[in-house]
Structure formats: structure tokens, C-alpha cells
């Protein structure tokens, strides 16, 4: 099953600004639009950017999402501690829908 | 509001069956897709496949094909998923999800199943 690439973590202080990637491939990304999801500690994923850049009702926009070729990112600005948590990107694929490796976001 | 309250799971032994369901409510049920979603221990979330709640359809990865059943009940608002022959691969939080233009907007709380014998 294809998967989508993430770096593990990423960190950043507080008010700081941090960026992840999603790396994958014409089967996926190029073709089809992309999500970002939120799993703080023990708890279920939230969802937090769809169609590569809009988001859901709630979220604020603070984060921010974008899509080039078969890459994908996504914008944290003004971080705060209650951002620490792991991040996946998702999108379908050929073989159904493939999450990313995710990213845990450390605030120092 | 929309809610996905699941039941189910717990200890199961090599070779059992487990059968998860997920109950919606908020949402006209048979408007929309349901899915599978689970992680491992410290693992990246793994789709397992879907079902669109009005016609029965359904759709698996191939990884789960023959060994995973995802079905529903629309007078009960309620899908399930099953999975077989189960193994210690298989311990890990299952997760519903509702489908909304190809993402997820709505999940579970999940559902922990530890296969241990």
C-alpha cells in the first residue's frame, strides 16, 4: 500500500511557526485533494484542513494548508502548547485512502 | 450535533473473531459513507475500508480483503466492522469515521482491541 511521507517531528517555541510535508506521488496527491488531521495524546483524530486548503468550521486559521504536484503542506502559525500532538495528511490513492507517517509537533 | 459513539471490543485470543459497531446519530444516516480507520501501538493510521450507508456498498484495502466485513443496519443508525482470524497484529484502537466529499469530518472515540493469548 502506498504510503505518504511526513518528517517525525518537527519543533518550534511558542508564537513560533512551523510547516509540515507530505511527500507522495502521482498516484495520490497529484490527483486528488488532501487532509490534514489532529490526533492529540489518547484521542481520535480531528480533522483540520480538507480540499488542500479550507478549513472546517472551528479551526482556526491559524493553520493553514497547501498542495503543489505531489506534495502537500501544512502551516501552524503563532504555535501554542496546545498544538502538541501528531499530525497525518491523507488522500486517496489507487489502493483506497492512505494516511501519512505522521508528525509529531514539539513546542520547546 | 453529529456523533459517532462506538461499542465493542476488548481482549480477544488468536484466531477469534472481534465485531466492532458504531452507532451515528446527528445526520441523516443514509446519506452518507462510513469508515474503518485503526492504528496500531504507536503506529500511523491504517484505512481499512468503507461502507456507503444508504446502498450496502462497500469497499476494502487490499491488505484487509476476505478477512474484514463492514456492514450496517440503517433502521439502527448503526455500522459494523468485523475482523477474523485475528492475531496480535491485529491489537491495535479501530476508529469510525464519516465520509464528507472524501474526508473524514466525523470520528469515534475508538474502540481498543488487544489480541493476547
Known amino acids: 500500500q502506498s504510503v505518504l511521507t511526513q518528517p517525525p517531528s518537527v519543533s518550534a517555541a511558542p508564537g513560533q511557526k512551523v510547516t509540515i510535508s507530505c511527500s507522495g506521488s502521482s498516484s495520490n496527491i497529484r490527483n486528488n485533494d488532501v487532509s490534514w488531521y489532529q490526533q492529540l495524546p489518547g484521542t481520535a483524530p480531528k480533522l483540520l484542513i480538507y480540499d488542500n486548503n479550507k478549513r472546517p468550521s472551528g479551526i482556526p486559521d491559524r493553520f493553514s494548508g497547501s498542495k503543489s504536484g505531489t506534495s502537500a503542506t501544512l502551516g501552524i502559525t503563532g504555535l501554542q502548547t496546545g498544538d502538541e500532538a501528531d499530525y497525518y495528511c491523507?488522500?486517496?490513492?489507487?489502493?483506497?485512502?492512505?494516511f501519512g507517517t505522521g508528525t509529531t509537533v514539539i513546542v520547546l | 450535533q453529529v456523533q459517532l459513539v462506538q461499542f465493542g471490543a476488548g481482549l480477544k485470543r488468536p484466531g477469534d473473531s472481534v465485531k466492532v459497531s458504531c452507532l451515528a446519530s446527528?445526520?441523516?444516516?443514509?446519506?452518507?459513507?462510513l469508515h474503518w480507520v485503526r492504528q496500531a501501538p504507536g503506529q500511523r493510521l491504517e484505512w481499512m475500508g468503507r461502507i456507503n450507508a444508504g446502498n450496502g456498498y462497500t469497499e476494502y484495502s487490499q491488505k484487509f480483503l476476505g478477512r474484514v466485513t463492514i456492514t450496517r443496519d440503517t433502521s439502527a443508525s448503526t455500522v459494523y466492522m468485523e475482523v477474523s482470524s485475528l492475531t496480535s497484529e491485529d491489537t491495535a484502537i479501530y476508529y469510525c469515521?464519516?465520509?464528507?466529499?472524501?474526508?473524514?469530518?466525523?470520528w469515534g472515540q475508538g474502540t481498543p482491541v488487544t489480541v493476547s493469548s
Open positions: 491523507g488522500t486517496w490513492d489507487s489502493e483506497g485512502y492512505v
Open positions: 469515521a464519516r465520509d464528507l466529499y472524501s474526508t473524514f469530518d466525523y
Open positions: 446527528g445526520f441523516t444516516f443514509n446519506r452518507y459513507a
